[in-house]
């Protein structure tokens, strides 16, 4: 299933970086045209970006199968459930400390200043 995953990515990076930039496609459009075409490439470039990631943890996955690593729970040392694998074949943590890390990060979040700067 994991290499099933990160052939499908692969292939649509590939079919992507066949196409080419996307920038220059629109250059006899007015201003709104222009705009609405680098706004889509942005979101194609934030995709391809997440499916790079995608592709990343699909790695790492396999390489703690290969270990005897995979379905164990970095949190915990725990059994990750057969369903949770399922749907999300490179899940790193168990339900239950996943959503600690989630509420970990939250917090850590709020924390934060716009400009950056942590307040402690």
């Known amino acids: 299933m994991l290499q099933d995953r990160q052939q499908d990515i692969m292939t649509v990076l590939h079919r992507r970086a066949d ?23 942005d979101i194609d470039v934030a995709l391809i970006q997440m499916k790079g990631d995608t592709v990343q943890r699909v790695r790492e996955a396999l390489a703690r199968f290969d270990s005897g690593e995979y ?13 949770r694998l399922q749907v999300l074949p490179f899940a790193v943590r168990c339900r239950d400390c996943e959503e600690s890390h989630e509420h970990r990060i939250a917090g850590a979040r709020k924390l934060r200043s716009p400009q950056g700067f942590e307040w402690r």
């Not at 920038?23 to 222009?34: K, T």
């Not at 379905?71 to 369903?83: L, M, T």
Request: proline letters at 3%; aromatic letters at 2%; charged letters at 20%.
């Open 71 to 83: 379905g164990c729970c970095v949190g915990c040392q725990g059994e990750i459930s057969e369903q």
């Open 19 to 41: 196409q080419g930039p996307l920038s220059g496609a629109h250059l006899g459009s007015d201003d709104f045209e222009q705009s609405d075409a680098d706004v889509q490439e």
